[in-house]
């Protein structure tokens, strides 16, 4: 494994692979990487010839100074894990490398950016735009894989593939859990333990309204989950939306979208968690 800190170094490296006529997957993280990045790593190593995975913590996307300076950054415990699970080349650039000068550009994504995520964290997506196209020119890949936990995200990055007319594909996979349902995330370990128990209880919910779905209407679904988030003193919840996963707005009834999507922020003291559940795909319930 290649361990590459300039994008000079990136391109070199990368042009001697599309000589040999090798396929090149990307996997953009922020490091600190636990089971949910290296599933991503597993799918990128299995479709590619070469895998990429970026390990830099976008300062752009952080609206909240406090949750930037508190991002944990373990280069070596990172690279060791990749390493392990086959990645190629990974790419640790500085802060000064991805941003020579500031990066004025300014996305619009519409109605996708003016819902869930979007009114609570003001320019994050435009930060993640910026980052994520600077790492498409960079790497060229034929393939970029993305994680579902992050549900808007995809959303949000597929349609800025289609403003800037890139031609690549875009990859979704699976939430990956601990064993009593919460999303992995480098957040977590933020949580005390009192909070660690309680964050498990946002999956449960989903899990729980999901079971009732096929059985009841969506405002009683969205109910059931917003009344017992608000049970829990340590839990503040930002938003609770079911949405249809294309548009990502939201839904009134089961009937008006063939793919419906609950999401969900809530604050576990002071840790902002998020997760997604589907109840519906392809038209049909899920069981
Ligand atoms: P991050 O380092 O948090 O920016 O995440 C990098 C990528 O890993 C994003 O595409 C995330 O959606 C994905 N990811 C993070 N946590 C999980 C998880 N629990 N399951 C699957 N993918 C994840």
Redesign the pocket.
Known sequence: MYIVNTIAELKEKLNECRSRHESIGLV????DLHA??V??VKRCVAENDVCVVSDFVNPTQFNDKNDLAAYPHKPESDAALLEKNGCTIVFMPSVEEMYPEPDTREFHFGALEQVMEGPYRPGHFNGVAQIVSKLFYAVEPDRAY?????FQ?IAIVRNMVAQLGLKLQIVS?P??READGL????RNARLSAEERKTAAHISKYLFESRDMASSCPLSAVREYVIDHINTEPLFRLDYYDIVDGISLQPVQNWEDSPYAVGCIAVYCGNVRLIDNVVYKIDGKMVK
């Open positions: 953009p993280t922020m490091g949910g990045h599933s991503l993305f994680g579902e936990k992050d995200q996979c939430i990956i999303a992995m995330s480098s």
